[in-house]
């Protein structure tokens, strides 16, 4: 491919509106959109949209460009010229002028105020391309004919590689494009992305994520999200999701959907997944059994800490945390707790009954959320054991588990609160 | 027990989808309305009843149209707006609707300085403290808390309902007033009827209720839920609107007392509650107003960023978010300092504001009813013929009496001459 050469930037607000002339110098219609087809590198502009209700195109190769914005052709304009509407091909303002797109580099959803357009020459033929989006003050205030109370202000430019439109383009080169962007952000940017779209852009998005990208994702949502999520993407691939996820997040989120929805999406996992998520789904909202992981690391004491560690190199893939390591009798009754470091440093042949601390601070499964909180507060703890009554141990709370619900976000919905206005408020929370 | 919980789950899910109809109810009545209402009630008698049951019915179909067309797009009307009509006709809607909600949050503030000051609190005391209160409520703390308090406050209101059925005013005529057109072409009764319809449909309430259904997630199948909702708004801002005019007609229209400050509005309540009705009206204008100035500014400032693609969000720093923190801190500042304009009666710009409602509610209608007839928008959610008869109808009807309003204020002579040659 040669190299393109760029030969000047304008901007779509300059084009659009403007009467096109024909050679004899009648005027005989308006640019109103640009149809650009994204075959190449950039998105070029392919055809003219001259005027309302008429979908067919002037070629864009009959046009010219006169210095003051005049548009020209070199012929004289007859309709079985123009051309039809591909069906790759898109309207630029259709597909992004006023629209909400997603800024990859900043991970935050933005608005087009402007599209920047520019002539290349590939292959000894010029062409204009769709290099960028203004998504700045200048951009907005441009389009209202003001911009020159904004020169202070600087442009800002989003570039082409780094635009994620929500419209979604239905060739196949463009949507794997899409996907791979998206490997480019890290979940936790996806997830507040997520949150700020609609329920029908939210569906649209998630099923362009991968089964990986989509369970790291909604770890990172907020309950009420997830609900909504889970609720409308299709049942065996949420089925898969939950099995994946970690169990006490599975759990809450089965919590929340209607009985027979629940059952139905438990029915779909796999039996020993489901079945962690039915213990921890006993539990009443609020108590440490509702907020602990049923995935802990448990050795029994008798083993060497050579023997642990290969055993703990088989674990830790589904394990929330592998720093604290709980000693077990054969009852599953706590007998006493290890970090990982203990471990590692310990002489090969030390047992673990030698080792461990047997002061533990436990929790019951049927404390609340603040006794947790309280119990990791006070000896600094990173994830607190759960016991129940016959103190065998079932569970650990980590300490993020207990500060998503000491520190909820604040979003945008906590503006319309008045009373009965959040989601949660109807669920018995 | 299984059945208990999901006897309560259900009932959850009904509550959950429940709210944004009935809360945009409740604010209608704020201080502007109770305000308006009164003083229809005082200076025409029943004969402003028409007008409001036929304002809460258009009442009642524009939040039907905002609410569904939220639930089935998902997005907010600022939103729509931008996308559908591109920048100039945003700037346009925003411009209107900030106009109307500046005077808007004025009123709130006035309501809030008539309040303190029938507890003898000046108002130049009052309104800098609640200004600055608000204001770092809700960017600071959490003020869901304390708006419910202020919500019990307006529930006082309920109170107009009982002094009214107390009154036991003629019921026949009361209804016959209620179903008969009334008309008069001069100014006073214009801006009456124009600021009847302005208080009951706003714009800031076409733009908050779908801001609500967006937030609250609700989607196109939950929308049978919200649409109940909406209508037993409509009605609930009905029934208080009715019985203030009921209320304040028996006893002010009966005697011949104008209203000449809100607190006269606070006699209609002697029949129920005799010497503390003025103590009751000043807790439920508080609360109303209180609420209002709460959610105004702020819902305010969120609209006009998403429209304009600024970043928004109380979360955000000052830094990141320039324009919504401005644009929030001013309305406050703007609505708040003209209530401390010299010998400016708080009547008044109560008043004033809803007429300024009224005037710029129409482009805002007409915005929502092309967006709720674009298929490629609604799908099958789009609005029947029927529906689109009546929104024109009103909308128009709407436009010609802010025309005629305009044109008996400028020239009275030839609107007095014009009706007599008319012969009416």
Redesign the interface.
């Known amino acids: 491919m040669n190299a393109l050469k760029m030969v000047g930037e304008f901007y779509f607000s300059q084009l659009i509106g403007q009467s096109i002339y024909d050679k004899a110098g009648n005027r005989f219609g308006r640019v109103k959109d640009i149809a650009v087809r994204w075959d190449g590198v950039y998105p070029r502009v392919i055809g003219v949209k001259y005027a309302n209700k008429i979908h067919n195109l002037i070629p864009f190769e009959w046009i010219v460009l006169r210095d003051n914005d005049r548009v020209e052709l070199v012929e004289t304009f007859t309709v079985d010229q123009t051309v039809p509407l591909h069906e790759n091909d898109i309207y630029a303002s259709k597909w992004l ?4 797109i997603i800024d990859i580099k900043g991970s ?1 959803m ?4 402007d599209i920047i357009l520019s002539w290349v020459v590939q292959d000894g033929k010029q062409h204009m391309v769709l290099v960028a989006v203004d ?1 700045g003050v200048r951009g ?1 205030f441009r ?2 004919g003001l911009e020159f109370f904004f020169t202070k202000f600087k442009q800002n430019w989003l570039i082409l590689e780094f635009i994620k439109p929500l419209e979604s383009w239905n060739s196949h080169l463009q949507l794997n494009r899409l996907k791979q962007q998206l490997t480019e952000l890290h979940p936790a940017d996806i997830a507040e992305l997520i949150e700020e779209m ?4 939210r569906a649209n998005f998630i099923e362009n994520l991968d089964d990986q990208q989509a369970i790291d994702t909604l770890a990172e949502l907020n309950l ?2 997830q609900v ?1 999520i889970i609720e ?1 993407m299709d049942a065996q691939r949420a089925s898969d999701i939950l099995e994946e996820m970690a169990p006490d997040e599975a759990a809450d989120i089965l919590g929340e959907l ?2 027979e929805k629940s059952e139905g999406l438990l029915q779909l996992m796999e039996s020993d997944d489901a079945e962690d998520v039915r213990e921890l789904m006993q539990y009443e909202q609020g108590t440490a059994g509702a907020l602990m992981t049923n995935e802990f690391i448990a050795f029994s004491s008798h083993l060497t800490t050579e023997e642990a560690i290969n055993q703990l190199r088989e674990l830790s893939p589904t394990a929330e945390t592998i720093y604290y390591l709980y000693v077990m009798d054969d009852d599953e009754h706590l007998q006493g707790v290890l970090s990982l470091r203990e471990l590692i440093v310990a002489a090969p042949q030390t047992t673990l009954k030698e080792l461990m601390h047997t002061k533990v601070a436990v929790v019951q499964d049927e404390d609340n959320y603040q006794k947790v909180a309280e119990v990791i507060n006070k000896y600094s703890l990173l994830a607190v054991p759960v016991v129940d009554e016959q103190n065998v141990m079932v569970g650990i709370v980590t300490v993020d588990d207990i500060l998503d619900i000491l520190m909820p ?13 959040t ?6 929370r | 027990m299984n059945a208990i919980k999901n006897m309560r789950k259900r009932l959850g899910l009904f509550l959950a989808v429940m709210g944004p109809g009935i809360v945009t109810a409740f604010a209608d009545n704020d201080a502007g309305g109770i305000a308006t209402y009164a003083a229809a009630g005082a200076k025409y008698g029943y004969g402003l009843l028409f007008v409001v049951l036929i304002s809460s019915i258009c009442l009642a179909i524009a939040q039907e149209i905002s609410a569904r067309t939220g639930a089935v797009t998902g997005r907010g009307l600022s939103d729509l707006i931008r996308e559908l009509f591109g920048v100039k006709w945003t700037f346009f809607a925003m411009s209107v609707l900030l106009i109307a909600n500046i005077g808007t949050t004025a009123s709130e503030f006035s309501g809030i300085a008539t309040s303190f000051e029938m507890f003898g609190v000046s108002r130049y005391i009052a309104v800098p403290i609640m200004a600055f209160l608000i204001w770092w409520l809700v960017l600071k703390a959490d003020y869901g808390k304390i708006e419910k308090v202020f919500l019990v406050l307006c529930a006082t209101f309920l109170s107009y309902v009982i002094s009214g059925v107390i009154i036991d005013p003629p019921w026949g005529e009361v209804f016959a007033a209620s179903i008969t057109p009334t008309f008069s072409p001069n100014a006073d009764f214009l801006i009456m009827a124009i600021g009847v319809i302005g208080t009951t449909i706003t714009p800031w309430g076409q733009f908050y209720v779908q801001a609500s259904i967006v937030d609250k997630g609700i989607t196109a199948e939950d929308y049978k839920y919200t649409f109940w909702d909406v209508m037993f708004g409509a009605f609930f801002t009905w029934l208080i609107a009715f019985f203030i005019i009921v209320a304040t007609a028996a006893t002010l229209y009966a005697n011949n007392i104008d209203i000449e400050t809100v607190k006269d509005a606070a006699l209609a309540l002697k029949p129920m509650a005799g010497e503390y009705a003025s103590l009751l009206f000043s807790f439920g204008l508080l609360g109303a107003s209180m609420l209002a100035a709460f959610i105004l500014p702020l819902s305010t400032a969120y609209a006009v960023c998403e429209a304009l693609g600024f970043e928004s969000g109380v979360s955000k720093t000052y830094k990141e978010a320039p324009a919504f923190f401005g644009l929030y801190t001013a309305l406050i500042v703007i609505g708040a300092g003209l209530v401390l304009w010299p010998d400016l009666s708080l009547y008044q710009v109560m008043i004033t504001s809803q007429v300024v409602n009224g005037t710029l509610l129409p482009p805002i209608l007409i915005f929502m009813v092309l967006i709720a007839n674009n298929k490629n928008i609604m799908g099958n959610y789009v609005n029947p013929a029927w529906y689109n008869v009546i929104s024109w109808t009103f909308t128009v009807v709407l436009i010609l009496l802010t025309l005629l309003l305009l044109a008996s204020t400028l020239m009275p002579d030839f609107m007095e001459n014009l009706v007599k040659y008319l012969g009416l």
């Open positions: 002028l006023d629209k909400q935050k933005v608005r087009v105020n998504i907005l389009r209202l609609d329920y029908k852009r009420d999200t909504e409308q209607p009985a976000e604040r979003g945008k919905l906590d503006t319309y609160s008045w009373f009965a206005l989601k949660t408020a109807g669920r018995g």
